[in-house]
């Protein structure tokens, strides 16, 4: 999946929830206001990334929760 898909599913699986995200466009530095993209499929929830734990796509730097979840994305 792409990182560009992964936002499109993550926007649409969190319509309508008590946590919002609001995503940013690529390259716009932190993406995803620091949830971490892996975790909301792993545990069907947002978690907030770390910020020692991160991975740069395209311009936009993504926090993981753990380094499993980082290396996942990678």
Known sequence: MTVAA?????QRKLRGQ???????????????QGYDPVAYFAEHQP???KPDLTASHE????????????????
């Open 47 to 49: 978690v907030g990334g």
């Open 18 to 32: 008590v946590h919002e995200l609001r995503l940013q466009a690529r390259g716009q530095g932190l993406a995803l």
């Open 59 to 74: 311009g936009a730097i993504y926090r993981f929760a753990s380094v499993a979840n980082r290396d996942a994305f990678l």
């Open 6 to 10: 992964l936002e499109v599913e993550l």
